[in-house]
C-alpha cells in the first residue's frame, strides 16, 4: 500500500502491521457497504433551473426592524476538496469513491456581535460536510489566528463549526480513526481545503461586518422529512409524545440578517431538521445533498433581488437530525416482497436489514436519489422562502443587546453527576453497540446485524473476529454502557491513535433572545426537544422577559456520533447504538450547558474552565491514499481535446454530453473555480452561463489506463426545462501533472457549438 501527503501522515511500521490487518478486514466491507437505489435509464428528468429563471418577485417592502441594532456579517467560501478517488464521508461505505462532481459544497459564516462590546461576537459556520470535527476545527482556529490583527477577537470560545450532514462529499478529513477506516485513511488535501474554505469564509464574513438586524420567524415542512426510527421514538413516554403533533420536528426557523445602511438583506440562516441521506450510498459525484441545493438555489434566487445585498449567503443549517430521514415514502424491502421494512428492526422478510432502503419523493425516477434531493432541498428552499417574504407582516425581530458565546471541551469517560431527581449517574467512554452495524434505512448495514440486536452470538463471524481483535470492553465499560451490547469500544482504543471522541465541545451561543445549541452529535427528535427546553427554561432570566428562542445546530466541532434520549437508548436501534456514552449521555449535554448558562447572562464575564485539549491527530494520522502519478494524453492528441462532440441541436430537457481528454481533477482543486461551465454565444461574445454551483451540470472523471495516466472528463449537462433557447458549447477547465519532476499545468477545453431549443 502507497501512502501520499507524507505532510500530513506517517508511514506505517511495524507497530501498525497488526492493525493493517484490521483495516482489511474493514475492507472486506466495513459497516455499511451496501447498494442503494437502482440504476435504470432515467426517465422525463430534468430540474427547473433554480431561480435565475425564478416566477417575477415583487418587490419586498424592507420593513424596519423593530429589533435592537447588531454586529452581523456573511461570507461564503468554497470548500470542494479531491472530487475523485476519495472516499465519501457519511455512508462509511468502502466502495463509495469519489467520480466526480454535481454541485460543489461551501462553508458558510455567520458572524453576529454587539455593537458596544464589539469583542462579544461568535461566528456561527454551516459546513457542507457530514459534521464539524475536531482537527478541522484545530486547523480552522489556527487558520484564523493567523490573520492576526482583528481577527484575534474569534478564537475557542466563539467559534462553532457544524456541518450540514451532507453525506455525499469527499471523507479522510476526520481527527479520529473510526470514521477514517472507510476511507483508507486521512488526506491532507480534503481536510485543507475544508479548512481554507472556512476561514477564507470568516475573512469574507468579517469584512462584511455592518450594523443590522436580525429577525425570525418559522415555518411547518410538512412534507420534508419522516422519522426513520419510530420503533425507538414510541419508548418515549406517551404523556412526553402528547405534547406534540408529530414524531419528528416539522419546524424550520428562520433567521435573517438585515444591514441597517440600506435596509438589505444579506443572508438568512435556517433550521430544520432533515437527514443529508438524499442522494443513496452508490452515487459517487460530489455534492451538498438537500441542504446543498437548498442553499444555492436560494443565493441564485437573491440574484438582482432588490431588497438582497450582493454576496447573499443562506446558510441551512441541521437541527435535531437524529432521527429524521428525508425519504418521504417509507422504508420499503428491495426484495421484490412490495413490503415495507418491519416497524421494530427495519428488517424484510429474511429477518436482515440489507434489502431495506428508504425511499425519497421522486424514487419512481430510479436515478440514486438524485431527484428527490432536489425535491427535498426545494422543498426547504420553498419553506424558507416563504419565510423571508413575509418579514414584515410577519416574524419576531432579536431584541437584547448582549451578545454571548461560551466553549470549553469535556471528557465523557466515566464522569458522574446527578439527574435532576438527585440520582446520581455516570457516563461512559465512547462504544458502538450491535446495531450501528446494522445500519440505518438510509444505508443498511453490510452484514447480518438487525437493529435491537441483544449482542447473542450473531451469523457474522467477521464481526466477531474484528471485535475480538478490537478490544472487549471492560468490565466498567460494560456496566456503564448497560443495556447497549457493545460492539465496537472505540472510546477505550488509542492504538495507533483515539478511534473516536471521548472530549466532546459543549457550546451555546446566544444573542439576544435567541439561543443556540451547538451539539456534537445528532441529536434525536426528543433529544432535542428535551435539550431545548431545559435550556430554554434555564435562559429565561437572561433575555430581559423576551421569551427565548431555543434552536439546536450540529453536528458540530467534533462528530461524537449520535445522543439518543435514555428510554429510546434502551431499544438500541441505531441511533441508540450510537450514543456513544451511555445511556445518560443526553441528561450528561444537559447538565454541561444549563450548569454554565450563567456565562450567557447580559452582565456575564469571563469563561469556563477550557477543559483537557482533545488529542490531535493531523499529523499521526495513517493514509492509504495514494497520490496522482501523472497524466498523459493518448498518442495524437492532446489535453483538453474533445473526443466526442455534443449533437448539433437538442431539445430543452435533453442530457448534452461532450467528452474530453482529460486529466485527474486532484492536481488542482480549482476552488472557487469551476472545472465544468456551459457557455452561450451573443453574437461575438461567449458568456457563460453555468458552473460546478449548477446542480444540473455534472462534471464525471474516468480513468482510462492507469499506466499511461490516461483520463477522460464527460461534461454533462441536463438542460433544464426552462433553459433559454440558444447557441451554447461546453468547457473543461483541466490541470495534468508530469510524471518527471511532477509540475502542473492547467489546459481547457472547447466543445463544438449546439443549439437548444
Ligand atoms: C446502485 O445500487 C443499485 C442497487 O443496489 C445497483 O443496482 C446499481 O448497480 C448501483 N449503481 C452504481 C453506479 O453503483
Ligand atoms: C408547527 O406545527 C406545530 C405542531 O402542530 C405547532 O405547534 C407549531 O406552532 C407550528 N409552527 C408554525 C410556525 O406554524
Ligand atoms: C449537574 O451535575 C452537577 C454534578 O453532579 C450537579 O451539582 C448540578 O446540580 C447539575 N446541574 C444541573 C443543572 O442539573
Ligand atoms: C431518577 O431518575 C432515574 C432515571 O429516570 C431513575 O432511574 C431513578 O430511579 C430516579 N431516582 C429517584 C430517586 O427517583
Ligand atoms: C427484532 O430484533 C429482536 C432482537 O434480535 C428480536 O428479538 C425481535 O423478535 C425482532 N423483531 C421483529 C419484529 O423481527
Ligand atoms: C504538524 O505538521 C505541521 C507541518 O509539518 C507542523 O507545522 C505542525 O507544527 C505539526 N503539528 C503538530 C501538532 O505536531
Ligand atoms: C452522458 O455522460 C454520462 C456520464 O458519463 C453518462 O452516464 C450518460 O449515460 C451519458 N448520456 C448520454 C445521453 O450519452
Ligand atoms: C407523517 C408525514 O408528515 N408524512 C408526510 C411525508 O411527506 C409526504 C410527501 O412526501 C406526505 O405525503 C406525508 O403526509
Not at 425516477?365 to 407582516?393: H, M, T, W
Not at 429510546?568 to 450548569?595: C, D, H, K, M, W
Not at 502519478?629 to 492528441?637: E, R, S, T
Amino acid at each position: 500500500m502507497a501512502r501520499s501527503y507524507s505532510s500530513a501522515s506517517r508511514t506505517p511500521g511495524r507497530s501498525v502491521v497488526a492493525f493493517i490487518s484490521i483495516f482489511s478486514l474493514f475492507v472486506l466491507g466495513a459497516f455499511v457497504a451496501n447498494r442503494l437505489g437502482a440504476e435504470s435509464p432515467r426517465r422525463g428528468f430534468y430540474f427547473e433551473h433554480a431561480a435565475r429563471t425564478n416566477t417575477p418577485v415583487e418587490p419586498k417592502v424592507r420593513a424596519e426592524s423593530t429589533g435592537d441594532k447588531y454586529l452581523i456579517g456573511v461570507g461564503k467560501a468554497d470548500i470542494t476538496g479531491p472530487v475523485v478517488e476519495i472516499g465519501f464521508a457519511g455512508y462509511a461505505d468502502l466502495s463509495q469513491t469519489g467520480t466526480g462532481l454535481r454541485q460543489r459544497i461551501y462553508s458558510r459564516a455567520f458572524i453576529i456581535g454587539d455593537v458596544n462590546n464589539p469583542d462579544d461576537r461568535f461566528v456561527y459556520l454551516v459546513l457542507d460536510t457530514q459534521s464539524g470535527d475536531t482537527g478541522v476545527r484545530f486547523g480552522i482556529l489556527e487558520g484564523v489566528a493567523a490573520l492576526g490583527g482583528d481577527y484575534a477577537v474569534y478564537g475557542q470560545g466563539n467559534i462553532a463549526v457544524t456541518g450540514t450532514h451532507a453525506h455525499s462529499g469527499p471523507g479522510a478529513w476526520f481527527n479520529y480513526l473510526l470514521p477514517q477506516v472507510t476511507s483508507l485513511g486521512f488526506d491532507k488535501q480534503s481536510y485543507q481545503a475544508i479548512v481554507d474554505g472556512a476561514v477564507l469564509s470568516i475573512k469574507r464574513a468579517h469584512e462584511s461586518l455592518t450594523e443590522g438586524y436580525l429577525d425570525f420567524g418559522a415555518v411547518n415542512i410538512t412534507d420534508g422529512n419522516l422519522s426513520r426510527s419510530l420503533y425507538a421514538y414510541l419508548a418515549n413516554p406517551a404523556s412526553e409524545r402528547a405534547q406534540f403533533t408529530d414524531d419528528v420536528d416539522k419546524e424550520m426557523t428562520v433567521l435573517k440578517f438585515q444591514r441597517a445602511s440600506d435596509g438589505k438583506n444579506m443572508g438568512i440562516l435556517t433550521w430544520y431538521p432533515v437527514h443529508g441521506t438524499s442522494i443513496y450510498q452508490n452515487s459517487t459525484h460530489v455534492a451538498g445533498d438537500n441542504k446543498g441545493v437548498a442553499e444555492v438555489m436560494f443565493e441564485k434566487a437573491m440574484e438582482g433581488e432588490d431588497s438582497a445585498a450582493d454576496g447573499f449567503v443562506a446558510g441551512f443549517s441541521q437541527a435535531n437530525v437524529g432521527d429524521t430521514t428525508p425519504n418521504t415514502l417509507g422504508a420499503w424491502c428491495d426484495d421484490g416482497s412490495g413490503q415495507m421494512c418491519s416497524l421494530e428492526n427495519s428488517t424484510c422478510a429474511d429477518g436482515k436489514s440489507q434489502a431495506c432502503h428508504g425511499r425519497g419523493p421522486l424514487f419512481e425516477q430510479l436515478d440514486l436519489g438524485i431527484a428527490s434531493c432536489y425535491e427535498i432541498g426545494k422543498r426547504q428552499y420553498d419553506g424558507a422562502r416563504s419565510v423571508y417574504d413575509s418579514f414584515g407582516s410577519s416574524g419576531t425581530a432579536v431584541v437584547g443587546s448582549s451578545v454571548k458565546s461560551f466553549h470549553f471541551y469535556h471528557d465523557m469517560s466515566f464522569w458522574n453527576f446527578q439527574l435532576d431527581n438527585g440520582t446520581e449517574v455516570q457516563t461512559c467512554p465512547a462504544a458502538l453497540g450491535y446495531s450501528f452495524a446494522a445500519g440505518t434505512s438510509d444505508g443498511p448495514g453490510a452484514f447480518d446485524f438487525t437493529q435491537g440486536d441483544s449482542g447473542e452470538p450473531s451469523a457474522s463471524p467477521v464481526w466477531e473476529v474484528v471485535k475480538s481483535l478490537l478490544r472487549a470492553p471492560s468490565p466498567e465499560q460494560q456496566a456503564c454502557q448497560n443495556p447497549k451490547p457493545v460492539l465496537l469500544d472505540v472510546g477505550e482504543m488509542d492504538v495507533p491513535y483515539p478511534w473516536s471522541p471521548n472530549i466532546i465541545d459543549v457550546q451555546l451561543l446566544r444573542v439576544g433572545q435567541f439561543v443556540i445549541i451547538v451539539s456534537p452529535s445528532e441529536a434525536t427528535t426528543m433529544a432535542g426537544r428535551r435539550w431545548r427546553a431545559a435550556v430554554k427554561a434555564a435562559a429565561a432570566d437572561l433575555t430581559d422577559g423576551t421569551e427565548p428562542r431555543v434552536v439546536l445546530g450540529g453536528p458540530a466541532n467534533t462528530y461524537a456520533h449520535y445522543v439518543a434520549t435514555p428510554e429510546e437508548y434502551g431499544i438500541q436501534r441505531y441511533e441508540g447504538a450510537s450514543t456513544l456514552f451511555g445511556q445518560f449521555e443526553l441528561p450528561a449535554y444537559i447538565n454541561l450547558t444549563v450548569s454554565n448558562i450563567q456565562y450567557l447572562a447580559p452582565d456575564a464575564t469571563g469563561a469556563p474552565d477550557p477543559g483537557p485539549t482533545p488529542p490531535d491527530n493531523r499529523n499521526s494520522s495513517l493514509s492509504f491514499i495514494t497520490g496522482v502519478v501523472q497524466d498523459n494524453a493518448p498518442l495524437g492528441k492532446s489535453f483538453g481535446d474533445c473526443t466526442s462532440q455534443p449533437q448539433a441541436s437538442y431539445a430543452r430537457g435533453a442530457v448534452v454530453n461532450a467528452t474530453f481528454v482529460g486529466a485527474n481533477p486532484r492536481n488542482n482543486l480549482r476552488l472557487e473555480q469551476t472545472f465544468a461551465a456551459i457557455e452561450k454565444q451573443d453574437g461575438d461574445t461567449w458568456t457563460q452561463v453555468r458552473d460546478d454551483a449548477d446542480w444540473s451540470l455534472v462534471y464525471t472523471w474516468t480513468r482510462t489506463d492507469t499506466i499511461l495516466g490516461y483520463s477522460d472528463v464527460t461534461i454533462s449537462w441536463e438542460t433544464e426545462a426552462d433553459a433559454e433557447p440558444g447557441t451554447y458549447r461546453t468547457k473543461y477547465y483541466g490541470d495534468s501533472k508530469a510524471l518527471i519532476g511532477g509540475a502542473i499545468t492547467a489546459f481547457e477545453g472547447t466543445s463544438n457549438t449546439f443549439t437548444l431549443s
